[in-house]
């Protein structure tokens, strides 16, 4: 579910048009651009969640998945991570846009409410970055950055930005 940079950096390349609007895949894929104005109201159970479609995919995927991991917790990890992935890419490309500057709005989703998966998955990048520099995956893949340097610094800023949100 997202191990393989190479092939989820794939996802993110091109355009979808919304609204009449060209916009990066990477500005489009995270879930919290999905919902429509009230839409969420149609995700029986999950009015009430910040982030609905997060959740509904979370219980959605554990309900079909679930059982290809160790735990629930490695689980919440790894979709955590998934998540994170499509903020920082997200972010970066309405960087290269102008549409925000880096270190700006990232979008929300499940991995805002859970911070023991979520710190597991930001210290899986970090641990890659500094062990690999600019040989790591994350590097490599160009997501969130050209280099290990740029990489860390758009991780940096996710972490401010969580910090001082308040959901």
């Not at 651009?33 to 509904?56: C, N, Q, T």
């Not at 991991?69 to 990890?77: G, I, L, N, Y």
């Not at 499509?86 to 846009?97: G, I, K, N, V």
Request: hydrophobic share 45%; net charge negative; aromatic share 12%.
């Amino acid at each position: 579910m997202g191990d393989n940079l190479p092939a989820m950096a794939s996802l993110f390349e091109g355009e979808v048009n919304i609204r009449g609007y060209d916009v990066p895949l990477a500005e489009a894929l995270p879930p919290a651009y999905f919902i429509e104005d009230g839409a969420d109201k149609l995700l029986e159970g999950f009015e009430r969640h910040r982030v609905p479609l997060s959740m509904w995919m979370h219980r959605t995927l554990w309900t079909e998945v679930g059982h290809e991991f160790t735990s629930p917790a490695e689980f919440d990890v790894h979709f955590d991570w998934v998540e994170i992935m499509a903020a920082l890419a997200c972010q970066s490309a309405r960087a290269l846009h102008d549409k925000s500057e880096f270190g700006g709005w990232f979008p929300p989703g499940r991995y805002n409410f859970s911070a023991k998966s979520r710190d597991r998955a930001f210290t899986r990048i970090e641990e890659s970055l500094e062990k690999l520099e600019d040989l790591s995956p994350y590097a490599v893949a160009r997501l969130f950055g050209d280099d290990a340097v740029a990489c860390r610094t758009a991780l940096t800023s996710c972490k401010a930005f969580m910090a001082k949100t308040r959901w």
